[in-house]
């Protein structure tokens, strides 16, 4: 289930792993089966920034698949709030698609968008709020409090990679 949960997973990937290796499903049929999850809203993408910087890493385009309500996902494979706690990496997945879903909402109230940005080079940003207007605010989404240099690490190298942008945006 973990496929589902914050990650930009090609739909090869998601079919692959179905069966692992063993009776897989097709990408044919994995492609169909995220359109009919998105149309029912259980699954949606978080597109990446369609951005100006001039960055000399090359902009992943993927978008970042995320459960739009994660429990789902936690129930799939009986995790228990100890079993969530002995992988933190799985729940700060969960976590991030939770903010990312909260984000979305208040970006709707202010008729605003959320993106995601991922450079191939490795700088990745979970979240990019945008304004019709082309202001910006980013986030970086870790759980824990070890975590925390590394997001002020990313979102400090996002501004320096010429993220105030020419329309006056900002981190």
């Known amino acids: 289930m973990s496929p589902f949960v914050a990650t930009p997973a090609a739909t090869a990937t998601l ?9 897989a499903i097709t990408e044919h049929t994995a492609a169909g089966y995220l359109r009919a999850l998105e149309r029912i809203m259980i699954v949606e993408n978080q597109p990446a920034w369609p951005t100006h910087l001039r960055s ?13 309500d994660p429990s789902p996902a936690v129930a799939a494979v009986r995790a228990t709030p100890a079993r969530l706690l002995r992988d933190l990496d799985f729940l700060g997945l969960l976590f991030e698609s939770m903010v ?19 450079e191939k080079g490795g700088l990745e940003v979970d979240a990019i709020v945008q304004a019709n207007d082309g202001r910006w605010a980013a986030f970086e989404v870790k759980l824990g409090e070890g975590r925390v240099d590394e997001a002020a690490r990313n979102l400090r190298r996002l501004a320096g990679a010429g993220g105030c942008g020419e329309d006056g945006g900002g981190v």
């Open 15 to 23: 079919a692959s792993d179905t069966g692992e290796g063993v009776s």
């Open 56 to 68: 000399r890493s090359v902009l992943r385009r993927k978008p970042v698949r995320h459960l739009t």
């Open 100 to 118: 990312v879903r909260d984000l979305r909402v208040y970006a709707q109230a202010a008729d605003a968008e959320v993106f995601h940005y991922r």
